[in-house]
């Protein structure tokens, strides 16, 4: 698995539109195409890709901190929104991309800093045009919940095959 660095290493839109989007995040795991910088920023990477479920594997360290020394809601609200999409990107057919329309997260607990986390993103609805997805983030030892979240993302036709 690698990381774009620059633009030229990003995944075009013909590479994009020539997988379905179980294919394309199969491909970003397996590291044949590469995945989004925000990942690195973020200190994420992808763990799962099945139909209808992703999985990251992340750690918040201290450059995603808030004023008070917490992890910042950002970073949750980043994770969440990245695992519950690309959930959503899992089921889009072929010639199809998505984007998200709109996420809420609920943080129930403070991520300890260098605390290992899951992100899972699980589909509750997938359409013609929109995809639900529903998340959580979870420590990878004890398990415990530290946010849960929702999504609707477009899922947008832009070639027919």
Same mark, same amino acid.
């Given at each position: ?64 901190? $808030?004023? %008070? =020394?917490?992890?910042? @809601?950002?970073?949750? #609200?980043?994770?969440? &929104? ?41 589909? $509750?609805? %997938? =359409?013609?045009?929109? @995809?639900?997805?529903? #998340?959580?983030?979870? &420590? ?22």
């Amino acid at each position: 698995m690698f990381t774009a660095t620059s633009p030229d290493q990003m995944p075009d839109l013909e590479t994009t539109l020539s997988m379905s989007g179980l294919e394309f995040m199969q491909a970003m795991r397996d590291g044949t195409i590469s995945r989004p910088p925000i990942s690195a920023l973020m200190n994420y990477s992808v763990e799962k890709v099945e139909a209808g479920e992703v999985v990251f594997r992340g750690t918040p360290e201290f450059q995603h901190t $808030n004023p %008070a =020394g917490g992890v910042h @809601g950002g970073w949750y #609200g980043t994770l969440l &929104d990245s695992c519950m999409s690309c959930a959503v990107m899992t089921v889009t057919p072929k010639g199809s991309v998505y984007t998200t329309l709109e996420y809420k997260v609920n943080m129930v607990g403070a991520i300890p800093l260098g605390c290992e986390i899951r992100a899972i993103g699980t589909i $509750n609805h %997938a =359409g013609r045009t929109t @995809g639900v997805a529903q #998340g959580e983030i979870r &420590d990878v030892v004890t398990n415990k919940l530290y946010a849960t979240g929702s999504a609707t993302c477009l899922i947008m036709k832009l070639r027919g095959d």
